[in-house]
């Protein structure tokens, strides 16, 4: 059963949304469409095992953006082809402050043709800042795009260059 917590940042409201023992869902507010979508609908009260869960995320999250967290330890479990399981995973390795291009995350997967594939699964990533989506930028080194919008991009990536 899905449960979530609001979460004020920098950037705007982040909506925290667990299932059983893991994080499935983080979406900032100016995804609009995709955090109503993603919202809980469970009425009954979360388990003390979502409630901690949820803490855990929400703790993260703010020491991210104190700047005291490079690194997330709260289990993730995103729903997603087995493509998309790929390139979120090859997301998670590029390290706090660094950027790559599309075409250089399609290449390590093993998959150089497919930048535009690789693009529209990051584009899907149902886990915003925990798998760092924010750091793919487009090869001539221009922001790109962001689900969370631009300027959110922009603010994350400033902020890792601490």
């Known amino acids: ?28 507010a100016a995804h609009g469409e995709a955090v109503a979508e993603a919202a809980p609908r469970a009425e009954a009260e979360p388990s003390a095992e979502t409630t901690a869960l949820l803490d855990v995320a929400a703790r ?7 700047g005291r967290r490079t ?25 706090f402050g660094a950027r790559c291009s599309y075409a250089q995350l399609a290449a390590s997967i093993g ?18 800042i925990f798998v760092p989506c924010h750091r793919v930028v487009a090869a001539d080194g221009g922001l790109g795009g962001y689900g969370g ?11 890792e260059r601490l």
């Open 1 to 28: 059963m899905k449960h979530g917590r609001r979460v004020e940042t920098p950037i705007g409201e982040v909506r925290l949304v667990a299932d059983g023992g893991a994080l499935v869902g983080v979406w900032i």
């Open 60 to 66: 993260e999250l703010d020491e991210y953006f104190a």
């Open 71 to 95: 690194a997330f330890s709260t289990p993730l479990a995103a729903s997603g082809t087995a493509f998309q399981r790929r390139v979120w995973a090859a997301l998670a390795r590029i390290p």
């Open 111 to 128: 998959a150089p043709r497919a930048a535009r594939a690789v693009g529209a699964a990051n584009a899907r990533n149902p886990l915003a």
């Open 149 to 159: 919008g631009l300027a959110a991009k922009r603010w994350l990536l400033d902020h």
